[in-house]
């Protein structure tokens, strides 16, 4: 069997490639980054370590690389043979490759009809349907029929963190032993892609917002804060106890919302959160407050990890949810001259103010409760 990955970086080689080579599948790694591809080609293997106290590693064979700027024919090629194809290059990514799947999948369904699952397993709610509408945008109208008969983009949510590293050999890579993986399987074409540790499910929204919104959600509050106050790792900002208590705060609010609109059992979901916590608190990962706290401007947006369930959490209190608002205006407070988005925030707040920035990029209203708890706390901490 033979599988397509977009993104050879920390959970494409780290998560997907892993499991997907654990399954069977001789794994063709899709990048941009020459040097990484360079390297899957010349090693055909590399380790994945498990930061734990056991430092156990697993040996992931069978891959190779095409850099998609110097052969986007043998990227074709490869979707044309492929029995699974995945990605994770972010979410801002997504538009790019969408141009060399629809034109692997064209071809392909000119070649032979056996149906193919596109699974984007990004940081994001709907990131497969929204690949799908990238790919859509690149074909014919009268193409579409054909791939909806054969291809599926079934949505999923991805867990394993996995932090950025330098290791000896540049291809290995350290990951938390702890990973989830949830495809939707309502729209599949064919038979489920067998891949071992996929767990399959009738409809994600729950498991992707529990997800996004108990890991992600606590993870950013974490790095923002954490910034804020000076800290450098995640660790780190977890032993300051401050920190620690607005994580807990906002989780708890985050997990009143998601318990309210899925019915979650409360016992359950606080051990979810605990066990969360417990995984931000490894000792042996050390992981940079600067990429979880990356691209703010997305953190921010309307569906993702902050103003989502704030908003959620809204629609059946009568307050703003306190943490998850400091959590926010401590995004607001973000600086890291490497990170275009956090420049890019600090400019329009720069530019246009504070209120009016977030307000873009949250898509809230100026004199909505949230952008007032906001703001508020920007002004107690700015
Ligand atoms: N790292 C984690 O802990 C973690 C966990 C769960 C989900 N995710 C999600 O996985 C996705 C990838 O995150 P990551 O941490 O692995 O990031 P990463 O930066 O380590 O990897 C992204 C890879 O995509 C490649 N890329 C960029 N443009 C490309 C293009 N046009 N074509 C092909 N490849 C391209 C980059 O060169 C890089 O190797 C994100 O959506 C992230 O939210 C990350
Ligand atoms: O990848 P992002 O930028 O959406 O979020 C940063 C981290 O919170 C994230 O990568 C986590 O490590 C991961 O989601 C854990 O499953």
């Known amino acids: 069997m033979k599988a397509v990955h977009f993104g050879a970086g920390n959970i494409g080689r780290g ?18 980054n020459d040097e ?26 069978h891959i190779s690389g095409i850099n998609s700027m110097k052969d986007p024919k043998a990227v074709t090629n490869a979707i044309i043979e492929a029995d699974i194809v995945t990605t994770a290059v972010g979410p801002n990514i997504l538009p790019i ?17 056996k149906p193919l699952a596109v699974i984007a397993c990004e940081n994001m709610i709907g990131g497969s349907t929204l690949l799908k509408k990238y790919v859509y945008q690149e074909i014919e109208e009268m193409d579409r029929e054909g791939f909806d008969d054969l291809f599926s983009f079934p949505d999923a949510a991805v867990d394993r963190i996995v932090p950025n590293q330098t290791n000896e050999n540049l291809l290995d890579v350290t990951v938390e032993p702890y990973y989830e993986w949830v495809v939707e399987k309502a729209f599949i074409q064919g038979e489920l ?3 071992k540790g996929i767990t399959y ?45 607005m994580l807990n705060g906002a989780l708890q609010e985050s997990g009143q919302a998601l318990i309210e609109a899925y019915g979650f059992d409360v016992k359950t979901h606080e051990a979810y959160i605990q066990k969360i916590i417990s995984r931000f608190q490894n000792p042996h990962i050390s992981d940079e407050v600067n990429r979880v706290a990356r691209g703010p401007l997305r953190k921010l947006g309307p569906k993702d990890r902050f103003v989502r369930p704030a908003s959620m959490y809204l ?27 956090a420049v ?28 007032q708890a906001v703001i508020s706390e920007y002004e107690k901490m700015n």
């Open 36 to 61: 990484v591809i360079t390297a899957i080609n010349q090693d055909k293997s590399y380790q994945v370590h498990f930061a734990d106290d056991t430092s156990e590693s697993s040996t992931v064979r």
């Open 315 to 341: 629609e059946f209190t009568s307050d703003a949810p306190k943490y998850l608002s400091k959590a926010m205006a401590a995004a607001l407070l973000f600086h890291n001259q490497a990170d275009e988005e």
């Open 97 to 113: 490759i969408a141009k060399a799947v629809a034109k692997g999948l064209g071809e392909r369904i000119d070649i032979h009809r």
């Open 344 to 371: 890019q925030l600090q400019k329009m707040i720069e530019e246009k103010g504070v209120k009016t920035a977030f307000t873009e990029v949250s898509g809230l209203e100026q004199d909505h409760p949230i952008t």
């Open 15 to 32: 998560f997907i490639g892993l499991l997907l080579d654990q399954s069977g599948y001789e794994v063709t790694f899709v990048d941009v």
């Open 193 to 195: 892609p067998e891949i």
């Open 201 to 245: 499910v009738d409809e994600l929204g729950p498991y992707i917002e529990r997800k996004l919104f108990t890991v992600n959600t606590g993870h950013a509050a974490t790095a923002y804060l954490g910034s804020y106050l000076g800290h450098t790792t995640i660790f780190e900002a977890l032993q300051d106890k401050t920190i620690l208590d």
